[in-house]
């Protein structure tokens, strides 16, 4: 349950498998004639900042409310064309480092006892095979103390090879280059009085665009044959090996992290050369460390079958292998390490072949970013989710001017999506997603929630100004509905869907989406609960009280559905891949079966509906499907749409596909597996085996719990087999629910460890 592997390399970059440290990223094709490992470095990126913040928004602000609340859909969408959307309509996109190809020229045809493989544990890849009587074994792995990417390729006779160094289009027939040039260092005693390192190869980067960053990418190669023969020469830029033992290692700065970016990757070099086997050591070790806090493991597991294979068959080990692959991914794409521009994982986590990737490949924060985290604290890997609070950060400063100019509004606001540049205007011109400034708070709850896994109160009063500044734009922004009730948002809309009025006209927006309401209690809430937390006399408080006061309810349908709108509106789209009013089912926690059961039940009717209407056709809404579904605590609905996620949007390498891919669907995929075994959203509740199929047989070790609790146990056919392991992290009281809700118990010492049987603690 640990590994992917495979009986042929990779024909298409969806089948290469990933590494990396969090800021440098490789996709190993396990090529027997020409090796392609595709790299990436988080902070190549097209361009630099810019001024994007609509000048006329504010003056035109009332005109817009006026026209929603009219119904008044052409005013309101020229007004938003108009005034609203930003010039330029994009931010920045993410591209792709470069090429390293290792010319073998092993004639696939000849090459037998092929094994190609990613070892979840170690985070290594590996390809081993025999040509022509000689065995060739290849290891991969990337590094973060120092930061590099290591390969070693050996073989059991002295073998020849070139390494190429290119940046090129993610089609390789394309002949098009996108570096600034490439230099060859080999072994002669000019380029050691010249101080420079012997046998590398040097590519600058110049992404372009006003203001870009630069890249400075070194490739080096040494060999260390036990017979000292091995020999490294400098060929056309290229380098040529022959050698049967040669580490290559791969390093990387950019201009955003430092000025001095390209001494910096030289420095990273010389730190890594002497001492080979000692820094692939320790990184091995540091991936186990992180890796054995929590593991799932599911029966019957078919490890012994190719991973693209097992695809097709779909037997219970491959969730567990999905699930642990996912947090694999976590730990490799999101991760602070010695970065100094760390940044979250984004569309596609650090693994991008395209110079155009989809939608930029940007951070997408009406959904995408948010579930890249939904895994992170239940998963035991809360500093994965580090570098999205430091990106946080960044948007908190940017997004004052936005908020300000825009709205008129204090504290700071970011609307559907954001860029390396924490670009907080509106982005595309797209009706149903562009003016949505909403985005920034629900990055918020992450904050609070950090908390309530964690305990790291120096880590909620570090992110504390963050969330404040969020309250205030938001009781700023809050307007009197047309009845004088309640407080409502305005212009507001239900992310990237529409609607249809009572008169047929399609409409895009509103006054008080059902998200909106539900995104705002919940940071209005975390406001209060993280000023009594940190004893934090709040001036805000007051106000943030009477705004929660006056909130609009809820709204179940005339036809039973939960209302995606103020008004009992048609959907335009019924089958649509957002479920943005489900928001407060998961990941909010105000909708539960014991607490709300006419709002579940409503809710359930809703996700009814879009199944019959074609939801979760993309990898990423059929995750939340799966987490929505869990928590209705719907084993069946969970189990069919995971079989779906498996079956439709996951490519050979496991990757999830929007299509193409996004990596947003492997973390929910995984999160959702997590709530079919354990939730804790209630406070002081934690649910075993809540939407677990009855068939399922496993163990789970280390899962993380709110509250501060790490628990272990075994289940087989659905039910508790033997104890349940609870450790206390913090001391706080909860209360374990077993299945069927058959037994409780309460836990209050700090660092207490219990082992309890379900049998024993019956109601």
Known sequence: MSELWYQQPAATWEEALPLGNGRLGAMVHGRTDTEMIQLNESTVWFGGPQQRTPEDALSNLPALREAIRQGNHTEAERLATTYFFSNPASQRHYEPLGNLFLDFEHKPEQVTNYRRSLDLTKGVSHVNYDYANVHYDRQMIATDEPSALIMRVRSSAKSRFLLRLTRMSDLEYESQEYHDWVQTVGENPLSRALGRKENTITMHVTPGGKGSNRACCIVHVQTIDQDRKGKVTNAGKNLIVNSDDTIIYIVARTSVASENYESKAEWDLSTLGQTPDFVWYRRVQRNQKIWDRMHLELEPDSADIPTDKRLIARDPGLVALYHNYSRYMLMSCSYEGNSAYPLPANLQGIWNPSFHPAWGCRFT???????????????????????????????????????????????????????????????????????????????????????????????????????????????????????????????????????????????????????????????????????????????????????????????????????????????????????????????????TPEKTPELAVACRETLRRRAEHGGGHTGWSRAWLINLFARLQDAGECQKHLGLLLEKSTLPNLFDSHPPFQIDGN??????????????????????????????????????????????????????????LICSLRGEEATVVFPGERGFRKFIEQGGSYRIRPEEYVR
Request: aromatic share 10%; proline share 5%; with cysteine.
């Open 667 to 724: 973390f929910g995929g995984a999160a959702g597996i997590v709530e079919m075994l354990v939730q804790s959203h209630e406070p002081g509740v934690i649910r075993l085996l809540p939407a677990c199929p009855s068939d399922w047989t496993g163990k789970i070790h280390g899962v993380r719990a709110r509250g501060g609790f790490e628990l272990s146990f075994q289940f087989e056919n659905g039910c508790i087999v033997g104890e349940v």
């Open 365 to 591: 924060i009406n959904i995408n970013l948010q579930m890249n985290y939904w895994s992170a604290n239940v998963c035991n890997l809360s500093e994965c989710e580090l570098p999205l609070f430091t990106h946080l950060s960044r948007l908190a400063i940017n997004g004052k001017n936005t908020a300000q100019k825009m709205y008129g509004c204090r504290g700071w606001t970011a609307h559907s999506n954001t860029d390396i540049w924490a670009d907080t205007d509106p982005v595309d011109r797209w009706m149903p997603g562009t003016l949505w400034p909403l985005g920034g708070a629900w990055l918020c709850c992450h904050i609070w929630e950090h908390f309530q896994f964690t305990g790291e109160q120096n880590t909620l009063r570090k992110y504390f100004w963050i969330l404040r500044g969020c309250v205030e734009f938001l009781l700023d922004f809050l307007i009197v509905d047309s009845q004088g009730k309640y407080l409502v948002t305005c212009p507001s809309l239900s992310p990237e869907n529409s609607y249809r009025d009572k008169k047929g006209q399609k409409g895009v927006f509103c006054e008080g989406s059902t998200i909106d309401i539900q995104i705002i209690n919940a940071v209005l809430r975390d406001f209060e609960s993280t000023t009594t937390q940190l004893k934090i006399d709040d001036s805000l408080l007051p106000q943030v009280r009477e705004a929660r006061a006056r909130l609009p309810p809820l709204i179940i349908s005339q036809n039973g559905y939960l209302q995606e709108w103020a008004e009992d509106h048609e959907e335009v789209e019924p089958g649509h891949r957002h479920t943005s009013h489900l928001w407060g089912l998961y990941p909010g926690n105000t909708i």
